[in-house]
């Protein structure tokens, strides 16, 4: 059987940081339950299109997944595994905000075979963590990784970001110790990016606000990112892509996926997926999704009744049509296997671009590859074409050669 990744996607949070730009915002309880409701009705409706595939990895992310109560994260988890064929050994994330992470919840998780959890920390700093408008404090984040702990969970990712508004070399070095004093398996460090539409892109871009949003200057982010890079190699953590570290056998196989451009499944709002070199989205837009997945209570006092019918499956299957994603060309493949493969410090398999392309990427890249090469950017290595240390630190400058069009 082929295989699968699955992303579910949680849209809500109980407070949207100044920072993100994630399909995302606070909702009601109601809102929540309906789309839940509806969530679990486009899991079932579409199975019937993966019969085919093996499910290797799963990731709940949002949003805050953990907002929703331990009976919704159950009935998400009771329809995937009734509709997929989930592997036993799969990895199964789910992400989790300090401050909403609860006995019962975990407990839950554990029941319905989630085995990585994945804790958004940002920084060990509360005064960077209120500049950011996170909801939790490092003690809060302290209370909420003991209890996974508590609970059996072995394979824990933190988020952290640098860059932050008033963050020093000092208080960065700071959160990098503490942190990695607790032995997570994995570690994902960010820089802070200014996406537009953001209330720190507002103030900082738009009004020009640099004394409100008193950033570090370049030259110490660009030393936070080396140190980040030294100082968690020196605590036993691989860097196996630009911004993520593992321990040994710990890295993020879901993510994987994606930068190796295997086949994934987006469900909930705005969800992505890419199967078979088909990509399309769901709906950005709340309302339209519910309208479309959502179940009409016809008077009865009942909701999602939890299955569907022949007629159900007609009449969305027609939304399901290859007509409705869009088939990359041979071209568009080879610009993502070479941008996305390259961010792994393994880099690419010259020998697979070939058996997938039927050329080296020499007769493609040529010219590209040479360039970077000289520069001391890319190195081969065996069948591997990969970056250097110098290559990742100007990564999108490199990757960016790659695209054809």
């Not at 331990?70 to 997929?84: N, R, Y």
């Not at 539409?197 to 080396?226: C, H, Q, S």
């Not at 993502?336 to 697979?352: A, F, Q, V």
Request: charged content about 25%.
């Amino acid at each position: 059987m082929k295989a699968l990744g699955i992303y579910v996607h949680i849209p809500f949070c109980l407070q949207k940081c100044l920072y993100c730009d994630f399909l995302s915002a606070p909702s009601s309880a109601a809102r929540i339950g309906r789309y839940v409701e509806a969530l679990c009705r486009e899991l079932d409706l579409c199975a019937a299109f993966y019969k085919g595939y093996t499910v290797r990895t799963v990731f709940l992310g949002g949003g805050t997944p953990s907002v929703l109560s331990p009976a919704q994260m159950e009935d998400i988890f009771s329809h995937l595994h009734g509709g997929f064929e989930v592997e036993g050994e799969a990895e199964i994330t789910v992400e989790m905000n300090p401050g909403t992470v609860t006995t019962d919840k975990l407990s839950v998780c554990r029941s319905m075979g989630v085995n990585r959890i994945s804790l958004g920390l940002q920084s060990a700093d509360n005064r960077e963590l209120g500049s950011l408008g996170r909801i939790h404090t490092w003690e809060s984040f302290l209370e909420s990784y003991g209890l996974c702990r508590q609970m059996g969970f072995t394979n824990l990712n933190i988020d952290l970001m640098s860059g932050l508004p008033g963050q020093t070399m000092e208080s960065w070095t700071e959160t990098l110790r503490r942190v990695s004093a607790l032995e997570a398996e994995h570690i994902s460090a960010y820089s802070l990016i200014l996406e537009e539409g953001t209330p720190f892109y507002d103030t900082y871009v738009i009004k020009n606000g640099t004394g409100a949003l008193p950033l570090p200057d370049e030259e110490t982010e660009y030393a936070m990112y080396r140190a980040t890079r030294q100082y968690l190699a020196d605590q036993g953590y691989r860097r196996y892509e630009i911004s993520n570290y593992a321990k040994p056998g710990r890295e993020c196989r879901h993510n994987c996926i994606y930068w190796m451009r295997g086949d994934y499944a987006g469900f909930g709002l705005g969800a992505a997926s890419m199967v078979s070199n088909r990509r399309w989205s769901n709906e950005r837009d709340p309302d339209a999704y519910l309208e479309r997945w959502g179940k009409e209570d016809k008077g009865d006092g009942g909701g999602y009744d939890g299955g569907y019918d022949e007629r159900d499956a007609v009449n969305l299957s027609v939304q399901r049509k290859p007509e409705e994603g869009r088939y990359l060309s041979i071209g568009e493949q080879m610009e993502e296997t070479m941008y996305l493969g390259l961010r792994m410090t393994g880099g690419i398999s010259r020998g697979n671009f070939c058996r997938t392309f039927g050329h080296m990427p020499e007769a493609v890249y040529g010219g590209v590859l040479e360039k970077h090469r000289a520069a001391g950017l890319l190195e081969y290595c065996g069948d591997s074409i990969r970056l250097t240390e110098r290559g990742m630190d100007v990564s999108n400058y490199v990757l960016a050669d790659f695209l054809l069009t």
